[in-house]
């Protein structure tokens, strides 16, 4: 539970993404009174593409839920996970960051 209400979610995490693989970053949220389990998943797309690379090397991914400005329903609840799909080399994630944004 966020002490104060959020507008917005930063999410980044350096990725290294294969020619054969897919990363999704998904986030929900809801309020107080609200169960967060009945929320739906929402996609959010990457600030920029992510390059995708065979030489193991990680690129950041960057993910800024709400926009600059923090255009979500305010909440105080928040879930976010990755997908990771591969239909070969499968792709990893390290150094996670999230952050909540307020006004």
């Known amino acids: 539970m966020l002490p104060e209400p959020a507008v917005g979610i ?3 995490g ?3 993404l294969p020619d054969s693989a897919e990363v999704d970053f998904y986030y929900r949220t809801a309020q107080t009174d609200e169960d967060i389990t009945l929320q ?6 990457p600030r920029e593409p992510i390059p995708r690379r065979n030489d193991g090397n990680y690129n950041r991914a960057e993910y800024l839920a709400g926009g600059q400005n923090g255009t979500l ?3 105080n609840q928040a879930q ?3 997908v990771m799909k591969a ?3 499968s792709p ?3 150094d996670i960051a999230i952050t909540f944004l307020a006004h």
């Open 40 to 45: 739906p998943w929402i996609l959010q797309e």
């Open 92 to 94: 990893a994630l390290k």
């Open 80 to 82: 976010t996970k990755w």
């Open 14 to 16: 350096d990725c290294w």
């Open 87 to 89: 239909g070969g080399q």
């Open 73 to 75: 329903k305010p909440f």
């Open 10 to 12: 930063d999410a980044r």
